[in-house]
């Protein structure tokens, strides 16, 4: 599902508006908010989200509904960051209808993205597109926006300076910095909308001194600053300027656009988003500044951003130990199975470190949950995106209104058959021991070998597999272009009956008889729905493209400390909201999911067309005759038997609740359908899914001591290295340089010097750097 292009507005709402400057407008707000837009967003969308944000009512006077995102008034920039111990989100847990995730309520579609600080843009794609982002974004300009309310300025995208004239006014002498990094900051920033270069003569712990990289040819820019001691700030002690030069760069990227510099600009996008892709921050930089940084600056930019959010990438390993202790004092029952691998060093062991190896985690609320939730778990697994590699296995299930819930996590190396072996064994042992249960997740081997491990518990009749079909689907169109066959495919899968699965398979077969041969190579009860013998409850696919990006957003950008504290917040929302939404629904005296209603209510529309004709004198065997047809593949007869709760439509055993025939059979019989409806469906066991409550997290000072070895990451999982990314383009002999030609300048392309000693760029020197 191809997500749509997003933009990042800036909310200016404090401060004040200087209309006298350069630039025409300066925000004299320091801190303001983050809200993610689409291209539809009308106005009115706009400014019901601000309000929203600031926490201010955006419903009309006497309206009862309530914004469905909480309100936030925490700046998304400050000075001094504050890691973030135990990120808590509101983010949209409405459930999901079948397969489909359920809109947020009292929100304009077009606003359904936005979030309050920390939650990503609430789109939701496929898992595997969660980073795919277009290769153009386009401009946006804020300049027609009205001046009542907060005033509203998008970053990147049409806008001139998140702040005004940054970067274009002159410093003045006795101008003064809360420390150096800020003062380096204003001469990077400076230097890069100037477009000019500068070199450091000078950088200490107490003065630094910048010179125009042509000074002494016809430029006299300098700029010294020094550290007065006795109130610990830095000062411009001598400015020579404005630059007397003119800007000759011919590059795309600016020496001084450095990552620092990266950092203090995108760091509202990341707070207000840790999964904001590096592609939509590296636009929104090269808009900004006028200048294209490289994708791995930017990458660099944010896990520094993260790190200093949410803590450092490296610690936050050794910060599990303890989470371990503190989460099982603050939940007694709480299952967590943390596993290290030794550090070895010179061929010793090192006791006093270990490699981080695996994690699995539930609360005991998931697991009471589960006891009332449908028989069947989906698994699957979805990839890291922080400094390290790893991957992220979640247990899912729904209840009775379709909503989802995950109600197991591990942190493994990657998928094989160790690491499910390891997620399976304790989410069978503490989470899912109930007989006859259906397992779906995609056809991976690890999952295979795992589920048939002979002392697993996860062998036909303790349990039974079936395959999600998007991922069958997906292996399907590697061998079979062509989005048409795919369908068919697809639909063949969600078939409720033989006659209507033979209607797509043989239209599969006329396309190309080698598609039915690679089909009928996969046994029909495992990705079939007219042959899983009602297990799946109409769920075909897994599912966990809905929980990543409804309930999980943005955790697997996170330090895995972060994550997994994140997952304990998320899941006390969850079961708050949810669990609220059913006591409300008892309280009005309904019996059943909404859920379930919508559809009966559905069904009984047409039930009334119908024939009905008893066969026995129980009321339990039926035939019923459709006078009109009801869809394109009616029968015209049905045989319906309440007794076995079985219809020829295929509905009635899939589904577990009566279909339109039985329906017309419970009319006929004066019986009440009620007492055909699987228990999952009441809404006292949608209630009892989310009647155990979250404890409130003891504070982290108060965690029991650990005093084990130091858990540090595993230096081989480490995602990237320090400099150039190695090429992974297979070499042929197209791909070597001729050793006779002259090396040429990276910027004017010219041969006889290099990018440093460019003569457009002022001569080698120390351009930007200290």
């Given at each position: 599902?191809?997500?749509e292009?997003?933009?990042?507005?800036?909310?200016?709402h404090?401060g004040s508006?200087?209309r006298?400057?350069?630039s025409?407008?300066?925000?004299?707000?320091?801190?303001p908010?983050c809200?993610?837009?689409?291209?539809?967003?009308s106005?009115?969308?706009?400014?019901?989200a601000v309000?929203?944000k600031l926490?201010?009512?955006?419903n009309?006077?006497?309206?009862?509904?309530?914004?469905?995102?909480?309100?936030?008034s925490?700046?998304?920039?400050?000075?001094?960051?504050?890691?973030v111990?135990?990120?808590s989100f509101?983010?949209?847990?409405n459930?999901?209808?079948?397969?489909?995730?359920v809109e947020?309520e009292?929100l304009?579609?077009?606003?359904v993205?936005?979030?309050?600080?920390?939650?990503?843009?609430?789109?939701?794609?496929?898992?595997?597109?969660?980073d795919v982002?277009?290769?153009?974004?386009d401009?946006d300009?804020?300049?027609?926006?009205g001046a009542?309310?907060?005033?509203?300025?998008a970053v990147?995208?049409?806008?001139?300076?998140?702040?005004?004239?940054?970067?274009?006014t002159?410093?003045?002498v006795g101008?003064q910095?809360?420390?150096?990094?800020?003062a380096?900051l204003?001469?990077?920033?400076?230097s890069i909308?100037?477009?000019?270069?500068?070199?450091v003569v000078e950088s200490d712990?107490r003065?630094?001194?910048?010179?125009?990289?042509?000074?002494?040819?016809?430029c006299?820019?300098?700029?010294r600053?020094?550290?007065?001691?006795?109130?610990?700030i830095?000062e411009?002690?001598?400015?020579?300027?404005?630059?007397?030069?003119?800007?000759t760069?011919i590059?795309?990227?600016?020496?001084?656009?450095?990552?620092?510099?990266?950092?203090?600009?995108?760091?509202?996008?990341?707070?207000?988003?840790?999964?904001?892709?590096?592609?939509?921050?590296?636009?929104?930089?090269?808009?900004?500044?006028?200048f294209r940084?490289t994708y791995?600056?930017?990458?660099m930019?944010?896990?520094k951003s993260i790190?200093?959010i949410y803590?450092?990438?490296?610690?936050?390993?050794?910060?599990?130990p303890?989470?371990?202790?503190g989460?099982?004092?603050?939940?007694?029952?709480?299952?967590?199975?943390?596993?290290t691998?030794?550090?070895?060093v010179g061929?010793?062991?090192?006791e006093?470190?270990?490699y981080f190896?695996?994690?699995?985690?539930t609360?005991?609320?998931?697991?009471?949950a589960?006891?009332h939730?449908?028989?069947l778990?989906?698994?699957?697994?979805t990839?890291?995106?922080?400094?390290?590699?790893g991957?992220l296995?979640?247990?899912?299930?729904?209840?009775g209104?379709?909503?989802?819930?995950?109600v197991?996590?591990?942190?493994v190396?990657?998928?094989?058959a160790e690491?499910?072996?390891?997620?399976?064994?304790h989410?069978?042992?503490?989470?899912t021991p109930?007989p006859g249960l259906?397992?779906?997740s995609?056809?991976?081997?690890?999952?295979k070998a795992?589920?048939?491990?002979p002392?697993?518990?996860?062998l036909?009749?303790?349990a039974y597999?079936?395959f999600?079909?998007?991922h069958?689907?997906?292996?399907?169109a590697?061998?079979?272009?062509?989005?048409?066959a795919?369908?068919?495919?697809?639909?063949?899968?969600?078939?409720?009956t033989e006659?209507?699965?033979d209607?797509?398979?043989d239209?599969?077969?006329?396309?190309d008889?080698?598609m039915?041969?690679?089909?009928?190579?996969?046994?029909?009860?495992?990705?079939?729905q007219?042959?899983?013998?009602?297990?799946r409850?109409?769920?075909?696919t897994?599912?966990?493209?809905e929980?990543?990006n409804?309930?999980?957003k943005g955790?697997?950008?996170?330090?895995v400390a972060?994550?997994?504290?994140?997952?304990?917040?998320?899941?006390?929302?969850?079961?708050?909201?949810?669990?609220?939404?059913?006591?409300?629904?008892?309280?009005?005296?309904?019996?059943?999911s909404?859920?379930?209603?919508k559809c009966?209510?559905?069904?009984?529309?047409?039930?009334?067309?119908f024939?009905?004709?008893l066969?026995?004198?129980d009321?339990s065997?039926f035939?019923?005759a459709e006078t009109t047809?009801?869809g394109?593949f009616?029968?015209?007869?049905?045989?319906?038997?309440?007794a076995s709760?079985?219809?020829?439509c295929g509905y009635?055993?899939?589904?577990h609740f009566?279909?339109?025939h039985?329906?017309?059979?419970?009319?006929?019989?004066?019986?009440?359908?009620?007492s055909?409806?699987h228990?999952v469906?009441?809404?006292?066991?949608?209630?009892?899914v989310y009647?155990?409550?979250?404890?409130?997290?003891?504070?982290e000072g108060?965690?029991?001591?650990?005093?084990?070895p130091?858990?540090?990451p595993?230096?081989?999982?480490r995602r990237?290295?320090?400099?150039?990314?190695?090429?992974?383009?297979?070499?042929?002999n197209?791909?070597?340089?001729?050793?006779n030609r002259?090396?040429?300048?990276?910027?004017?392309?010219?041969?006889?010097?290099?990018?440093?000693?460019?003569p457009?760029v002022?001569g080698?020197?120390?351009?930007?750097?200290h």
């Amino acid at each position: 599902m191809a997500s749509e292009e997003s933009f990042v507005v800036l909310v200016h709402h404090r401060g004040s508006v200087n209309r006298k400057t350069r630039s025409g407008v300066k925000f004299t707000d320091k801190n303001p908010l983050c809200i993610v837009i689409t291209s539809t967003t009308s106005y009115d969308d706009l400014v019901s989200a601000v309000l929203m944000k600031l926490g201010l009512d955006a419903n009309p006077a006497g309206s009862s509904s309530r914004p469905a995102v909480a309100s936030s008034s925490v700046p998304v920039y400050e000075p001094v960051v504050q890691h973030v111990a135990s990120p808590s989100f509101a983010v949209d847990l409405n459930g999901t209808e079948g397969d489909e995730v359920v809109e947020r309520e009292n929100l304009p579609n077009a606003l359904v993205g936005v979030a309050p600080v920390g939650v990503g843009d609430g789109f939701l794609v496929d898992e595997e597109e969660d980073d795919v982002e277009p290769d153009m974004i386009d401009d946006d300009s804020a300049d027609d926006i009205g001046a009542t309310g907060p005033a509203l300025e998008a970053v990147g995208f049409g806008a001139r300076d998140a702040e005004g004239t940054t970067g274009l006014t002159e410093f003045q002498v006795g101008q003064q910095f809360q420390d150096k990094d800020e003062a380096l900051l204003s001469v990077k920033t400076y230097s890069i909308r100037r477009g000019v270069q500068y070199k450091v003569v000078e950088s200490d712990h107490r003065r630094y001194v910048g010179k125009c990289s042509k000074f002494g040819n016809g430029c006299t820019w300098l700029i010294r600053l020094s550290l007065r001691k006795r109130k610990g700030i830095w000062e411009v002690k001598r400015y020579n300027g404005p630059h007397t030069c003119l800007a000759t760069s011919i590059s795309s990227d600016h020496r001084s656009l450095d990552y620092h510099v990266i950092l203090a600009f995108i760091m509202p996008m990341v707070r207000a988003d840790a999964s904001v892709s590096i592609k939509v921050l590296l636009n929104a930089t090269a808009a900004h500044f006028g200048f294209r940084p490289t994708y791995r600056r930017v990458w660099m930019a944010k896990q520094k951003s993260i790190a200093l959010i949410y803590g450092d990438w490296d610690e936050s390993y050794n910060d599990l130990p303890r989470w371990v202790l503190g989460v099982q004092l603050t939940m007694p029952g709480s299952v967590v199975v943390l596993k290290t691998t030794p550090v070895r060093v010179g061929g010793q062991v090192d006791e006093s470190q270990a490699y981080f190896h695996r994690l699995f985690w539930t609360f005991p609320p998931c697991i009471e949950a589960f006891r009332h939730c449908k028989p069947l778990v989906s698994i699957d697994g979805t990839h890291l995106y922080g400094k390290y590699g790893g991957t992220l296995l979640i247990a899912i299930a729904q209840d009775g209104n379709s909503n989802i819930l995950p109600v197991a996590f591990a942190l493994v190396e990657g998928e094989n058959a160790e690491s499910w072996t390891f997620f399976l064994s304790h989410l069978r042992q503490h989470v899912t021991p109930q007989p006859g249960l259906l397992v779906i997740s995609d056809r991976h081997n690890g999952i295979k070998a795992a589920l048939e491990a002979p002392d697993g518990g996860w062998l036909p009749p303790s349990a039974y597999r079936a395959f999600c079909i998007r991922h069958v689907a997906a292996n399907f169109a590697l061998t079979f272009k062509g989005k048409d066959a795919r369908r068919l495919l697809v639909n063949a899968a969600y078939a409720k009956t033989e006659v209507e699965f033979d209607y797509w398979f043989d239209i599969l077969r006329s396309e190309d008889p080698a598609m039915c041969e690679w089909a009928n190579r996969i046994d029909y009860s495992l990705w079939t729905q007219h042959r899983d013998e009602g297990r799946r409850f109409g769920h075909m696919t897994t599912n966990i493209s809905e929980c990543v990006n409804s309930i999980l957003k943005g955790v697997r950008n996170l330090p895995v400390a972060s994550l997994v504290k994140a997952t304990y917040c998320r899941l006390a929302e969850l079961f708050v909201r949810k669990g609220r939404e059913a006591e409300a629904q008892m309280g009005t005296g309904q019996q059943f999911s909404q859920h379930l209603v919508k559809c009966i209510e559905a069904n009984m529309k047409t039930a009334r067309c119908f024939t009905v004709t008893l066969y026995d004198r129980d009321n339990s065997e039926f035939t019923v005759a459709e006078t009109t047809p009801t869809g394109s593949f009616s029968l015209g007869t049905y045989r319906v038997s309440l007794a076995s709760r079985t219809c020829d439509c295929g509905y009635f055993q899939a589904l577990h609740f009566p279909c339109q025939h039985a329906l017309a059979c419970c009319a006929y019989s004066r019986v009440t359908w009620t007492s055909y409806v699987h228990s999952v469906y009441q809404i006292s066991s949608v209630f009892n899914v989310y009647r155990m409550g979250f404890t409130p997290p003891i504070l982290e000072g108060f965690w029991p001591p650990y005093d084990g070895p130091t858990v540090i990451p595993d230096p081989d999982k480490r995602r990237a290295r320090e400099g150039r990314p190695r090429s992974t383009r297979i070499r042929t002999n197209m791909d070597e340089a001729d050793p006779n030609r002259p090396k040429r300048c990276g910027l004017c392309r010219q041969p006889g010097h290099t990018r440093r000693s460019c003569p457009q760029v002022g001569g080698s020197s120390q351009t930007g750097h200290h």
